[in-house]
């Protein structure tokens, strides 16, 4: 989820319009593939150099399709920041009736491990 000083950024027509033109020349490249795996299909695009509040009004940073790519929701959620915990080890999974279970070593048996 987008930080708070980004969500109008993100609401944006020049955004909104950026990222569908970035998709469209994307799926006409290579079906829209994912750029990091190659496997998936793409699912959002992603700002290679991270949007900062000092860095979001600057076009060549937020709006230039150099600095995007179209990736996975897997490959997404593995950069930093981003996904569950931040990083490509999420703070919980899910059992198969859809309960969560923490990974993080404190919140095991109520004691760290």
Same mark, same amino acid.
């Given at each position: 989820? =987008?930080? @708070?000083?980004?969500? =109008?950024?993100? /609401? ?6 950026? $990222?569908?033109? *970035? +998709?469209?020349?994307? &799926?006409?490249?290579? %079906?829209?593939?994912? @750029? @990091?795996?190659?496997? /998936? #299909?793409? *699912? +959002? ?10 860095? &979001? =009004? ?7 399709? !150099? ?12 950069? @930093? !920041?981003?996904?569950?915990? %931040?990083?490509?080890? #999420?703070?919980?999974?899910?059992? =198969?009736?859809?309960?969560? +279970? ?5 919140? $095991? ?5």
């Amino acid at each position: 989820m =987008a930080q @708070e000083w980004a969500k =109008a950024f993100y /609401r944006s027509r020049r955004w909104l319009k950026c $990222r569908d033109t *970035y +998709i469209k020349d994307r &799926i006409l490249a290579d %079906g829209g593939l994912c @750029e @990091e795996c190659h496997d /998936r #299909p793409g *699912y +959002i695009v992603h700002h290679r150099k991270p949007l900062t509040q000092e860095t &979001i =009004a600057n076009s060549e940073i937020s709006l230039n399709h !150099g600095n995007l790519e179209y990736v996975c929701k897997d490959c997404h959620d593995r950069f @930093e !920041g981003h996904g569950m915990g %931040g990083g490509s080890r #999420p703070l919980c999974r899910f059992t =198969a009736d859809g309960q969560p +279970i923490s990974m993080r070593e404190v919140d $095991r048996d109520g004691r760290k491990h």
